[in-house]
Protein backbone atom coordinates (compact mmCIF):
# COMPACT_ATOMS: atom_id res chain seq x y z
CA UNK A 1 0.00 0.00 0.00
CA UNK A 2 1.34 3.48 -1.31
CA UNK A 3 1.17 6.48 1.66
CA UNK A 4 -1.42 8.48 -0.48
CA UNK A 5 -3.93 5.20 -0.08
CA UNK A 6 -3.62 5.19 3.76
CA UNK A 7 -6.76 7.27 5.45
CA UNK A 8 -6.18 10.07 7.75
CA UNK A 9 -6.98 7.54 10.80
CA UNK A 10 -4.13 5.12 9.54
CA UNK A 11 -1.97 7.97 8.72
CA UNK A 12 -2.17 9.45 11.55
CA UNK A 13 -0.93 6.42 13.15
CA UNK A 14 1.75 5.50 10.68
CA UNK A 15 3.34 9.52 11.35
CA UNK A 16 2.92 9.42 14.98
CA UNK A 17 4.82 6.17 15.58
CA UNK A 18 7.52 7.52 13.25
CA UNK A 19 6.80 4.38 10.89
CA UNK A 20 5.73 7.43 8.19
CA UNK A 21 7.50 10.18 7.80
CA UNK A 22 5.03 13.76 7.03
CA UNK A 23 7.45 14.15 4.15
CA UNK A 24 7.00 10.57 2.75
CA UNK A 25 3.25 11.05 3.51
CA UNK A 26 2.97 14.42 1.68
CA UNK A 27 5.09 13.44 -1.59
CA UNK A 28 2.85 10.65 -2.09
CA UNK A 29 0.08 12.51 -2.23
CA UNK A 30 1.62 14.85 -4.16
CA UNK A 31 2.75 12.04 -6.68
CA UNK A 32 -0.87 11.12 -6.67
CA UNK A 33 -1.90 14.81 -7.66
CA UNK A 34 0.81 14.76 -10.48
CA UNK A 35 -0.53 11.37 -11.93
CA UNK A 36 -4.42 11.88 -11.87
CA UNK A 37 -5.15 15.20 -11.63
CA UNK A 38 -4.69 16.23 -15.11
CA UNK A 39 -7.84 13.93 -16.25
CA UNK A 40 -9.88 14.56 -12.99
CA UNK A 41 -9.41 18.62 -12.64
CA UNK A 42 -10.09 18.74 -9.02
CA UNK A 43 -7.49 21.35 -7.91
CA UNK A 44 -7.53 25.09 -9.10
CA UNK A 45 -4.22 25.15 -6.90
CA UNK A 46 -1.66 23.03 -5.96
CA UNK A 47 0.70 24.55 -3.22
CA UNK A 48 3.60 21.97 -3.59
CA UNK A 49 6.29 23.67 -2.14
CA UNK A 50 5.25 25.12 0.61
CA UNK A 51 2.97 21.74 1.41
CA UNK A 52 6.70 19.70 1.10
CA UNK A 53 8.22 22.98 3.79
CA UNK A 54 5.21 22.28 5.84
CA UNK A 55 5.42 18.88 6.43
CA UNK A 56 9.27 19.07 6.87
CA UNK A 57 8.59 21.05 9.89
CA UNK A 58 5.84 18.66 11.05
CA UNK A 59 8.77 16.09 11.14
CA UNK A 60 11.18 17.68 12.80
CA UNK A 61 8.51 18.70 15.33
CA UNK A 62 7.37 15.04 15.72
CA UNK A 63 11.57 14.04 15.99
CA UNK A 64 12.18 16.22 18.48
CA UNK A 65 8.71 15.49 21.02
CA UNK A 66 6.09 17.93 20.30
CA UNK A 67 3.09 15.73 18.15
CA UNK A 68 0.35 18.09 18.13
CA UNK A 69 -2.67 15.72 17.82
CA UNK A 70 -4.09 13.39 14.93
CA UNK A 71 -3.81 16.03 12.16
CA UNK A 72 0.27 16.31 12.33
CA UNK A 73 1.48 16.27 9.18
CA UNK A 74 -1.66 14.91 7.37
CA UNK A 75 -1.89 16.47 3.77
CA UNK A 76 -5.44 17.93 2.99
CA UNK A 77 -6.95 20.49 0.68
CA UNK A 78 -9.18 23.36 1.09
CA UNK A 79 -12.33 23.90 -1.16
CA UNK A 80 -11.32 27.38 -2.97
CA UNK A 81 -14.01 29.35 -0.99
CA UNK A 82 -11.37 29.08 2.20
CA UNK A 83 -9.00 31.60 2.48
CA UNK A 84 -5.47 30.75 3.47
CA UNK A 85 -2.95 33.31 3.61
CA UNK A 86 -0.96 33.97 0.57
CA UNK A 87 -2.60 31.24 -1.77
CA UNK A 88 -5.44 32.57 -4.17
CA UNK A 89 -9.23 32.06 -3.52
CA UNK A 90 -10.47 32.96 -6.73
CA UNK A 91 -14.12 30.46 -5.86
CA UNK A 92 -13.51 29.24 -9.49
CA UNK A 93 -14.56 32.29 -10.92
CA UNK A 94 -13.25 35.29 -12.87
CA UNK A 95 -14.71 37.84 -10.76
CA UNK A 96 -11.78 36.74 -8.39
CA UNK A 97 -9.09 36.52 -10.72
CA UNK A 98 -5.80 37.67 -9.00
CA UNK A 99 -7.21 37.56 -5.75
CA UNK A 100 -4.48 36.39 -2.79
CA UNK A 101 -5.86 35.89 0.65
CA UNK A 102 -4.08 38.10 3.14
CA UNK A 103 -4.93 35.86 6.34
CA UNK A 104 -6.41 32.50 7.05
CA UNK A 105 -9.80 31.80 7.66
CA UNK A 106 -10.63 30.68 10.91
CA UNK A 107 -10.93 26.98 9.84
CA UNK A 108 -7.67 27.08 8.09
CA UNK A 109 -5.88 28.65 10.81
CA UNK A 110 -7.42 25.66 13.01
CA UNK A 111 -6.02 23.01 10.75
CA UNK A 112 -2.20 24.88 10.65
CA UNK A 113 -2.21 24.94 14.66
CA UNK A 114 -3.42 21.43 14.36
CA UNK A 115 -0.39 20.85 12.07
CA UNK A 116 -2.18 19.95 8.91
CA UNK A 117 -0.10 20.56 5.82
CA UNK A 118 -2.46 22.14 2.82
CA UNK A 119 -1.70 21.15 -0.46
CA UNK A 120 -4.07 23.60 -1.82
CA UNK A 121 -7.06 24.70 -3.11
CA UNK A 122 -10.12 22.23 -4.95
CA UNK A 123 -12.19 23.52 -7.64
CA UNK A 124 -16.18 24.28 -6.99
CA UNK A 125 -19.20 25.59 -8.80
CA UNK A 126 -18.64 29.17 -9.52
CA UNK A 127 -19.01 30.76 -6.32
CA UNK A 128 -20.60 27.48 -4.76
CA UNK A 129 -23.97 28.47 -6.89
CA UNK A 130 -24.52 24.94 -8.07
CA UNK A 131 -23.94 21.16 -7.85
CA UNK A 132 -22.57 19.38 -10.06
CA UNK A 133 -18.70 21.46 -10.24
CA UNK A 134 -18.02 21.54 -14.03
CA UNK A 135 -14.65 21.84 -14.12
CA UNK A 136 -14.06 17.99 -12.47
CA UNK A 137 -14.65 15.03 -13.00
CA UNK A 138 -16.19 12.31 -11.16
CA UNK A 139 -13.42 9.89 -9.99
CA UNK A 140 -15.38 6.57 -10.70
CA UNK A 141 -16.75 7.75 -14.10
CA UNK A 142 -14.78 10.67 -15.56
CA UNK A 143 -17.78 10.80 -17.57
CA UNK A 144 -20.24 11.97 -15.08
CA UNK A 145 -20.65 14.53 -12.56
CA UNK A 146 -18.47 15.10 -9.50
CA UNK A 147 -21.51 16.66 -7.62
CA UNK A 148 -21.21 20.04 -5.88
CA UNK A 149 -20.04 22.68 -5.02
CA UNK A 150 -17.42 20.86 -3.39
CA UNK A 151 -16.64 18.88 -6.05
CA UNK A 152 -12.83 19.26 -5.89
CA UNK A 153 -12.91 18.21 -2.72
CA UNK A 154 -14.52 15.34 -2.78
CA UNK A 155 -13.07 13.85 -6.34
CA UNK A 156 -9.68 14.95 -4.31
CA UNK A 157 -9.86 12.50 -1.66
CA UNK A 158 -11.86 9.94 -3.83
CA UNK A 159 -9.13 9.95 -5.58
CA UNK A 160 -5.76 9.51 -3.06
CA UNK A 161 -4.72 13.05 -3.77
CA UNK A 162 -5.97 14.73 -0.48
CA UNK A 163 -5.87 12.64 2.67
CA UNK A 164 -9.10 14.71 3.70
CA UNK A 165 -10.44 17.92 2.01
CA UNK A 166 -12.81 21.04 3.41
CA UNK A 167 -15.54 22.03 1.63
CA UNK A 168 -18.72 24.27 1.98
CA UNK A 169 -22.36 23.21 2.15
CA UNK A 170 -25.33 25.25 1.40
CA UNK A 171 -28.09 23.45 0.21
CA UNK A 172 -25.96 19.83 -0.16
CA UNK A 173 -22.69 21.01 -1.08
CA UNK A 174 -20.80 18.54 0.72
CA UNK A 175 -23.15 15.65 0.83
CA UNK A 176 -24.18 15.20 -2.66
CA UNK A 177 -20.47 15.07 -4.01
CA UNK A 178 -19.59 12.86 -1.25
CA UNK A 179 -21.99 10.61 -2.18
CA UNK A 180 -21.57 11.00 -5.59
CA UNK A 181 -17.85 9.67 -5.18
CA UNK A 182 -18.19 7.16 -2.30
CA UNK A 183 -16.88 9.30 0.31
CA UNK A 184 -17.84 10.38 3.74
CA UNK A 185 -19.55 14.02 3.63
CA UNK A 186 -20.40 15.74 7.33
CA UNK A 187 -22.33 19.28 7.17
CA UNK A 188 -22.25 20.06 11.43
CA UNK A 189 -24.81 21.67 12.92
CA UNK A 190 -25.65 25.36 11.55
CA UNK A 191 -22.75 27.91 13.73
CA UNK A 192 -20.69 24.78 15.09
CA UNK A 193 -18.07 24.92 12.40
CA UNK A 194 -17.26 28.73 11.92
CA UNK A 195 -17.17 30.76 8.74
CA UNK A 196 -15.13 33.42 9.22
CA UNK A 197 -12.81 33.84 6.15
CA UNK A 198 -14.99 31.61 4.09
CA UNK A 199 -16.45 33.17 0.78
CA UNK A 200 -20.13 33.14 1.45
CA UNK A 201 -23.18 31.60 -0.73
CA UNK A 202 -25.93 32.26 1.74
CA UNK A 203 -25.20 33.09 5.21
CA UNK A 204 -27.80 31.91 7.10
CA UNK A 205 -28.03 28.40 5.15
CA UNK A 206 -23.78 28.19 4.80
CA UNK A 207 -22.04 25.33 6.67
CA UNK A 208 -17.74 24.25 6.44
CA UNK A 209 -17.26 20.50 6.93
CA UNK A 210 -14.81 17.99 5.56
CA UNK A 211 -14.72 15.17 2.95
CA UNK A 212 -13.21 11.86 4.56
CA UNK A 213 -12.67 8.24 3.68
CA UNK A 214 -14.23 7.02 6.90
CA UNK A 215 -16.59 8.44 10.05
CA UNK A 216 -13.62 8.22 12.06
CA UNK A 217 -11.52 10.40 10.18
CA UNK A 218 -14.58 13.04 9.67
CA UNK A 219 -14.91 13.12 13.98
CA UNK A 220 -11.07 13.60 14.15
CA UNK A 221 -11.19 16.87 11.58
CA UNK A 222 -14.55 18.17 12.77
CA UNK A 223 -12.74 18.18 16.34
CA UNK A 224 -10.19 19.82 15.64
CA UNK A 225 -11.81 22.88 13.17
CA UNK A 226 -15.35 23.17 15.70
CA UNK A 227 -15.97 26.07 17.65
CA UNK A 228 -16.84 29.36 18.81
CA UNK A 229 -15.42 32.39 16.77
CA UNK A 230 -16.84 35.61 17.75
CA UNK A 231 -15.72 37.20 14.26
CA UNK A 232 -18.63 35.00 12.75
CA UNK A 233 -22.28 36.58 13.85
CA UNK A 234 -23.32 32.74 13.54
CA UNK A 235 -21.11 31.17 15.54
CA UNK A 236 -22.29 29.04 18.37
CA UNK A 237 -20.63 29.73 22.06
CA UNK A 238 -21.13 26.16 23.18
CA UNK A 239 -19.12 23.09 24.50
CA UNK A 240 -17.91 20.93 21.50
CA UNK A 241 -19.41 17.59 21.77
CA UNK A 242 -16.96 14.56 22.67
CA UNK A 243 -16.51 13.53 19.28
CA UNK A 244 -14.61 10.02 20.00
CA UNK A 245 -15.56 6.99 18.37
CA UNK A 246 -15.04 3.26 19.24
CA UNK A 247 -15.34 0.32 17.39
CA UNK A 248 -18.33 -0.52 19.94
CA UNK A 249 -20.37 1.46 18.58
CA UNK A 250 -21.32 -0.77 16.62
CA UNK A 251 -23.78 -1.85 18.90
CA UNK A 252 -27.04 0.35 18.39
CA UNK A 253 -28.72 -0.67 21.62
CA UNK A 254 -31.53 2.10 22.97
CA UNK A 255 -31.00 4.75 19.29
CA UNK A 256 -33.90 5.04 17.53
CA UNK A 257 -33.83 5.37 13.56
CA UNK A 258 -36.48 7.43 11.97
CA UNK A 259 -36.79 6.11 8.10
CA UNK A 260 -39.47 7.97 6.69
CA UNK A 261 -42.44 7.37 4.85
CA UNK A 262 -42.63 10.26 3.38
CA UNK A 263 -40.62 13.01 1.09
CA UNK A 264 -37.10 11.21 1.22
CA UNK A 265 -37.88 8.05 -0.84
CA UNK A 266 -40.46 9.72 -3.16
CA UNK A 267 -38.94 10.04 -6.85
CA UNK A 268 -35.90 7.64 -5.65
CA UNK A 269 -34.08 5.45 -8.54
CA UNK A 270 -34.68 2.30 -7.74
CA UNK A 271 -31.35 1.41 -7.19
CA UNK A 272 -30.87 4.06 -4.18
CA UNK A 273 -33.87 2.84 -2.40
CA UNK A 274 -32.45 -1.03 -2.37
CA UNK A 275 -29.03 -0.18 -1.38
CA UNK A 276 -30.53 2.55 1.33
CA UNK A 277 -33.06 0.58 2.43
CA UNK A 278 -30.79 -2.46 3.02
CA UNK A 279 -28.38 0.06 5.05
CA UNK A 280 -31.51 1.05 7.59
CA UNK A 281 -32.38 -2.47 7.79
CA UNK A 282 -28.59 -3.27 8.58
CA UNK A 283 -28.92 -0.59 11.44
CA UNK A 284 -31.76 -2.62 12.82
CA UNK A 285 -30.04 -5.06 13.14
CA UNK A 286 -27.13 -3.78 14.96
CA UNK A 287 -29.83 -3.22 17.67
CA UNK A 288 -31.08 0.25 16.78
CA UNK A 289 -34.90 0.23 16.73
CA UNK A 290 -35.98 1.47 13.15
CA UNK A 291 -39.21 4.25 13.89
CA UNK A 292 -41.49 5.06 11.05
CA UNK A 293 -41.73 8.81 10.67
CA UNK A 294 -43.28 11.41 8.36
CA UNK A 295 -41.45 14.31 7.24
CA UNK A 296 -43.25 17.89 8.77
CA UNK A 297 -43.62 20.45 6.09
CA UNK A 298 -42.05 18.21 3.44
CA UNK A 299 -43.59 20.37 0.57
CA UNK A 300 -42.32 23.71 1.44
CA UNK A 301 -38.99 23.05 2.16
CA UNK A 302 -37.26 23.35 -1.77
CA UNK A 303 -39.52 26.48 -1.55
CA UNK A 304 -37.89 27.72 1.40
CA UNK A 305 -34.12 27.00 0.59
CA UNK A 306 -34.40 28.84 -2.80
CA UNK A 307 -36.35 32.04 -0.75
CA UNK A 308 -33.69 32.21 1.50
CA UNK A 309 -30.56 31.63 -1.11
CA UNK A 310 -31.37 33.53 -3.74
CA UNK A 311 -31.85 36.78 -2.05
CA UNK A 312 -28.76 36.14 0.15
CA UNK A 313 -26.76 35.50 -3.09
CA UNK A 314 -27.50 38.69 -4.68
CA UNK A 315 -26.61 40.60 -2.03
CA UNK A 316 -23.64 39.50 -1.01
CA UNK A 317 -22.21 40.07 -5.57
CA UNK A 318 -24.50 42.89 -5.64
CA UNK A 319 -21.22 45.27 -6.36
CA UNK A 320 -19.63 42.83 -8.46
CA UNK A 321 -22.65 41.87 -10.50
CA UNK A 322 -23.43 45.66 -11.08
CA UNK A 323 -19.65 46.83 -11.90
CA UNK A 324 -18.35 43.47 -13.84
CA UNK A 325 -21.41 41.09 -14.52
CA UNK A 326 -19.27 40.16 -18.02
CA UNK A 327 -16.95 38.13 -15.60
CA UNK A 328 -19.76 35.63 -14.46
CA UNK A 329 -20.90 32.95 -16.42
CA UNK A 330 -23.59 32.86 -17.58
CA UNK A 331 -25.39 30.63 -15.78
CA UNK A 332 -24.40 32.21 -12.34
CA UNK A 333 -25.37 35.44 -13.81
CA UNK A 334 -28.09 34.57 -14.64
CA UNK A 335 -29.38 33.32 -10.91
CA UNK A 336 -27.84 36.48 -9.67
CA UNK A 337 -30.16 38.61 -11.28
CA UNK A 338 -32.77 37.33 -10.80
CA UNK A 339 -32.22 37.37 -7.04
CA UNK A 340 -32.86 41.10 -7.15
CA UNK A 341 -36.30 40.42 -8.45
CA UNK A 342 -37.40 38.80 -5.26
CA UNK A 343 -39.50 40.79 -2.91
CA UNK A 344 -39.11 41.44 0.12
CA UNK A 345 -42.17 39.99 1.78
CA UNK A 346 -41.18 36.87 -0.20
CA UNK A 347 -37.34 36.51 1.80
CA UNK A 348 -39.53 37.39 5.32
CA UNK A 349 -42.12 34.77 4.19
CA UNK A 350 -39.52 32.35 3.87
CA UNK A 351 -37.45 33.24 7.19
CA UNK A 352 -41.11 32.69 8.92
CA UNK A 353 -41.85 29.35 7.14
CA UNK A 354 -37.89 28.47 8.25
CA UNK A 355 -38.99 28.62 11.58
CA UNK A 356 -41.94 26.96 11.32
CA UNK A 357 -39.86 24.01 10.07
CA UNK A 358 -37.39 23.83 12.36
CA UNK A 359 -40.10 24.04 15.32
CA UNK A 360 -41.64 20.92 13.48
CA UNK A 361 -38.45 19.09 12.96
CA UNK A 362 -36.93 19.99 16.62
CA UNK A 363 -40.59 18.19 17.75
CA UNK A 364 -39.55 14.77 15.18
CA UNK A 365 -36.45 14.71 16.74
CA UNK A 366 -37.88 14.21 20.49
CA UNK A 367 -39.33 10.92 18.91
CA UNK A 368 -36.44 9.46 17.64
CA UNK A 369 -32.74 10.39 17.75
CA UNK A 370 -31.42 9.87 13.68
CA UNK A 371 -33.09 9.88 10.65
CA UNK A 372 -31.82 7.49 7.63
CA UNK A 373 -32.38 8.42 3.77
CA UNK A 374 -30.94 8.71 0.87
CA UNK A 375 -28.56 11.72 0.33
CA UNK A 376 -29.23 12.07 -3.54
CA UNK A 377 -32.02 10.22 -5.86
CA UNK A 378 -29.67 9.36 -7.80
CA UNK A 379 -26.52 8.22 -8.78
CA UNK A 380 -24.19 10.27 -10.43
CA UNK A 381 -25.19 10.99 -14.06
CA UNK A 382 -23.41 11.68 -16.92
CA UNK A 383 -22.22 15.18 -17.17
CA UNK A 384 -24.19 16.16 -20.73
CA UNK A 385 -27.38 15.26 -19.05
CA UNK A 386 -29.12 18.11 -17.97
CA UNK A 387 -32.56 16.42 -16.09
CA UNK A 388 -34.01 13.43 -15.01
CA UNK A 389 -37.54 11.20 -15.72
CA UNK A 390 -39.20 9.78 -13.32
CA UNK A 391 -41.57 6.38 -13.63
CA UNK A 392 -44.59 8.98 -13.54
CA UNK A 393 -43.33 11.26 -16.18
CA UNK A 394 -41.88 14.13 -13.81
CA UNK A 395 -38.99 15.70 -14.86
CA UNK A 396 -36.75 17.15 -12.98
CA UNK A 397 -33.52 19.05 -13.27
CA UNK A 398 -30.57 17.43 -12.34
CA UNK A 399 -29.37 20.30 -9.64
CA UNK A 400 -32.93 19.99 -8.34
CA UNK A 401 -32.26 16.48 -7.89
CA UNK A 402 -29.43 16.88 -6.22
CA UNK A 403 -30.49 19.72 -4.16
CA UNK A 404 -34.11 17.89 -2.90
CA UNK A 405 -32.34 15.54 -0.19
CA UNK A 406 -30.15 17.62 1.12
CA UNK A 407 -31.96 20.66 1.76
CA UNK A 408 -33.72 20.14 4.29
CA UNK A 409 -30.95 19.97 6.94
CA UNK A 410 -29.46 23.34 5.83
CA UNK A 411 -33.01 24.69 6.30
CA UNK A 412 -32.97 23.48 9.51
CA UNK A 413 -29.81 23.72 10.52
CA UNK A 414 -29.23 20.26 11.88
CA UNK A 415 -26.52 17.80 11.32
CA UNK A 416 -26.08 15.31 8.23
CA UNK A 417 -23.78 13.11 7.27
CA UNK A 418 -23.50 10.91 4.04
CA UNK A 419 -22.03 7.96 4.12
CA UNK A 420 -21.23 4.91 1.53
CA UNK A 421 -24.22 2.79 1.23
CA UNK A 422 -23.41 0.50 -1.72
CA UNK A 423 -22.83 0.84 -5.45
CA UNK A 424 -25.57 0.84 -8.51
CA UNK A 425 -25.40 0.73 -11.83
CA UNK A 426 -21.80 0.94 -13.42
CA UNK A 427 -20.11 0.14 -9.84
CA UNK A 428 -21.70 4.12 -9.15
CA UNK A 429 -21.42 4.88 -5.30
CA UNK A 430 -24.56 5.18 -3.73
CA UNK A 431 -24.59 7.94 -0.20
CA UNK A 432 -26.72 7.23 3.17
CA UNK A 433 -27.77 10.31 4.45
CA UNK A 434 -28.19 10.18 8.71
CA UNK A 435 -29.58 14.05 10.14
CA UNK A 436 -29.43 14.52 14.01
CA UNK A 437 -30.25 16.80 16.28
CA UNK A 438 -29.18 19.78 16.53
CA UNK A 439 -25.07 19.79 18.72
CA UNK A 440 -25.61 15.86 18.81
CA UNK A 441 -22.79 15.04 16.05
CA UNK A 442 -21.49 12.31 18.74
CA UNK A 443 -25.03 10.77 18.33
CA UNK A 444 -24.99 11.26 14.61
CA UNK A 445 -21.47 9.65 14.02
CA UNK A 446 -21.49 6.78 15.79
CA UNK A 447 -24.90 5.87 13.81
CA UNK A 448 -22.84 6.22 10.71
CA UNK A 449 -19.81 4.50 12.28
CA UNK A 450 -20.90 1.95 12.83
CA UNK A 451 -22.95 1.52 9.73
CA UNK A 452 -19.71 1.67 7.85
CA UNK A 453 -18.28 -1.26 10.03
CA UNK A 454 -21.36 -3.08 9.10
CA UNK A 455 -20.71 -2.47 5.60
CA UNK A 456 -17.49 -3.26 5.00
CA UNK A 457 -16.42 -1.31 2.70
CA UNK A 458 -14.48 1.27 5.27
CA UNK A 459 -12.18 3.82 3.27
CA UNK A 460 -12.39 2.38 -0.02
CA UNK A 461 -10.43 4.54 -2.43
CA UNK A 462 -12.18 5.24 -6.49
CA UNK A 463 -10.08 3.06 -9.10
CA UNK A 464 -8.17 6.17 -10.71
CA UNK A 465 -5.57 4.75 -12.72
CA UNK A 466 -2.24 6.34 -12.53
Request: charged share 20%; with cysteine; net charge negative.
Amino acid sequence: MQPYELSLTDASRAVERRELSPVELAESVLGRIAAVDARLCAYVTVTADAALRSARQAGSEIAAGRWRGPLHGVPMALKDMIDAAGVPTTASSRVREGHVAKQDSAVAARLAEAGAVLLGKTHTHEFAYGLITPQTHNAWDPGRVAGGSSGGSAVAVAAGAATFALGTDTGGSIRVPAAFNGMVGLKPTYGLVPRHGVTSLSWSLDHVGPITRTVRDAALVLAAVAGHDPRDPASLATPLPDLRLEDSAADLKGVRVGVPGTYYFEHVSAEVETAVRAAVERLGALGAELVDVDIPMARHVQAVEWGLMVPEATAYHEETLGSTPELYTPEVRVVLEAGALVPAVDYLRAQRARTLIREAWAELFRRVDVIAAPTVAVTAVPADRQTVQWPDGTVEPVADGCLRLSAPANVTGVPAVSVPAGYGEGGMPIGMQLLGRPLDEATLLRVARAHELADGQEGRLAPVAA
